[in-house]
């Protein structure tokens, strides 16, 4: 086991993480670059890991990548990876602002790749994360401790891990060889023979469910499909001109600054431009194939419209689901071998940030503008949330669309405050029964 020491830990080498890296990494900061560490829990980095179905596109602009935003001349742009990969040409042929998922996947690692000064570990997933304490009782930063043993202690903390997998009440009794979040869809599905005939049942109407209901024909050919949908059906989402302003960095501005009733409404409103739609084109692919299977057949998968799932049970090596119909109040029961979830992350906050707050006793977690968590004047250690911020700070935290923008507004402030601090140096510092020193 080891103890090491850095100032800036990000938990999670995802985009978002990623685009942070960047940014401090051009400040022009060399001790702050040279000083921040990323974590990332696999053994490379990928984007959607488990939903990298080959033909999955992404839903938003490759120029709203990690820095062409915030910094449109950066060497590390989608533009530069494709260049670089001899790809360019292509690209640009194929007439799309929406790369395939993989793409900007490998785009990903590229620029975790490129990266001269800060420095990211692999294989390396964070347990537990606990307060550190000056000898005048103010919070001076945090020791993370990882599932292996090792510790890293910092000042500045950022957490960009995403959030939880949501796993409705109503399936918790399932035994998990039976459920499958999307978070886990091409891990699970590979381990289930492909020529192994299989009841699926899909659970969800947005773009991860239909995702994983069209690519259950091709992982699991001789299977039987069931989609089941509590919405009237599958519908778009909403993509005008108009609306989509709002994802906007600019925007999030005007979105902080407006009372919490009023960002309730907006987030409410803005619903069908995420979380509850398709992507327009992949929408007519999935109608066509259906059609297909009706009219040539065979007639293999359906989808089960304005009908949710009111019990679950397995009873006789099955998985028996109660499945009530919204417009007669029927209920009838649906046998199958496995449920495959498109039910989303938990709205809450991480369960690494929930205990987090308990530890340093917040009752409720605040952010600011610049994403950082509200620990009191004193406190001389941070912790930012990146992604996790829609209530404060609009729908789009958790996208891709103000990636650029957010880091360069957490590298402001993560600059300010060490201007403000003259220290390099912390107090001894402690944690509950545990005692440290050194710099942070």
Known sequence: MTDREVGVLAIGAGPANLALAVAIEESGSDALAEGTLLLEQGPDIKWQRDLLMPWARSQVSFLKDLVTLRNPTSRF???????????LDEFVNLGTFHPFRWEFSDYLQWVAASLERVRIRYDARAARVDPLYGAD??????????????TVRCRD??????????????????????????????????????????????VGGAQSAAEMFFALHENLPTSRITMVVRSIGLQNYQS?????????????????????????????????TNYAGL???????????LYRQKMVGPQRSEVRAMTEVAGARTEGGEVVLD?????????EPLRCDLVVLG????????????????????DHVTVSRNYRVDLGESAWGAVYLQGVNEETHGIADSLISVLAHRSHDILTDLLTRRADTPPTTTPATTTKGATTTGGV
């Open 240 to 272: 005008s001109k108009f609306v989509n302003e709002l994802f906007f960095p600019s925007f999030v501005d005007e979105f902080y600054d407006s009372p919490a009733e009023v960002r309730s409404q907006l987030l409410d409103e803005m619903r069908f």
């Open 323 to 331: 499945l009530r119909d919204r417009l007669s109040g029927k209920i």
């Open 343 to 362: 039910t989303g992350f938990d709205s809450r906050k991480p369960a690494l940030v929930r205990e987090l707050a308990a530890r340093v006793g917040l």
């Open 137 to 150: 009782g103010a919070l001076s930063g945090w020791s993370v401790r990882l599932t292996d043993g090792d």
């Open 157 to 202: 903390l950022v957490i960009g891990g995403g959030r939880d997998p949501r796993v409705p009440e109503v399936f918790a009794g399932l035994p998990g060889d039976r459920l499958i979040h999307s978070a886990q869809y091409r891990t699970r599905i590979t381990q289930i023979p492909k020529d192994q005939p299989v009841r699926v049942v899909v």
């Open 77 to 87: 742009s989608f533009l530069n990876f494709l260049h670089a990969q001899g790809r």
């Open 279 to 289: 992507a327009p084109p992949f929408l007519d692919e999935l109608y066509t194939m």
